[in-house]
């Protein structure tokens, strides 16, 4: 049978794709860094956009012009591109674990800086309290990327009363990670240190034309754009 533009993007990203490792997750995106961003384009990639957007629903044209946004898990930087159209003029900073992702983003002319860094528990965002106006993270808040008790220190560094948003797919072979990710969600809610204003659903990838011998999960191609803000310093 003759494979599809999607089909073939479909195999190499989602049945390539390492699961089980996250050093390899690395090593699978350092691998594909010149490449990601012709195949999220022919998986009709809506991520970036719709989180530009809606960060930009929150804040006036006036504080778009001077915000310091951190794009975490920049990638190639789909989102920062994305940001920039949206209208945001300020320092964009770019912070991701691939060394050949980050290089194609910087490529772009897009961010004012960029760090390489993997964040985890016990290896914290190298930048000091209240460094930022804003954080969005597309796509990081994942298996085998961005564990849910990172988001404790994405609020550290973000400035009071100011925003986070984040896309996620929470996929079907995923379950216990979508658990964890609104549990501590909840967690960080009920402590006081941020809200949920806003829970989104949206078409992440369309998928309608892949192949059926990839038995897709058609309610796998959706996920959410949520908008948290952190509360003030009492």
């Known amino acids: 049978m003759t494979q599809t533009p999607l089909d073939e993007v479909y195999r190499k990203a989602f049945h390539v794709f390492p699961n089980d490792n996250p050093a390899d997750v690395m090593k699978y995106y350092n691998k594909t860094g010149t490449t990601y961003d012709s195949t999220m384009k022919t998986m009709t990639y809506a991520a970036p956009e719709v989180a530009a957007q809606k960060a930009a629903s929150l804040v006036s044209d006036k504080q778009k012009e001077n915000f310091k946004l951190l794009d975490l898990g920049a990638g190639t930087g789909l989102s920062g591109a994305a940001l920039r159209r949206s209208g945001f003029l300020g320092n ?86 979508k658990v964890r990710f609104y549990d501590e969600l909840d967690r960080l809610e009920a402590a006081g240190l941020m809200k949920i204003c806003s829970r989104e659903k949206f078409p992440y990838y369309k998928w309608d034309e892949v192949s059926d011998e990839f038995k897709v999960n058609l309610a796998d191609q959706y996920g959410e754009v949520l908008v948290l803000q952190k509360r003030g310093i009492n």
């Open 92 to 177: 964009i900073s770019a912070l991701d674990g691939s060394a050949e992702m980050l290089k194609v983003a910087m490529e772009k002319g897009i961010y004012s800086d960029s760090t390489e860094h993997i964040l985890t528990s016990l290896n914290p965002l190298p930048y000091p309290d209240q460094s930022f106006d804003m954080v969005v993270s597309v796509a990081t808040f994942t298996k085998h990327l961005m564990e849910p008790d990172c988001l404790e220190e994405v609020l550290r560094v973000l400035k009071p009363h100011s925003y986070m948003i984040i896309t996620v797919r929470m996929y079907s072979e995923i379950q216990d990670y």
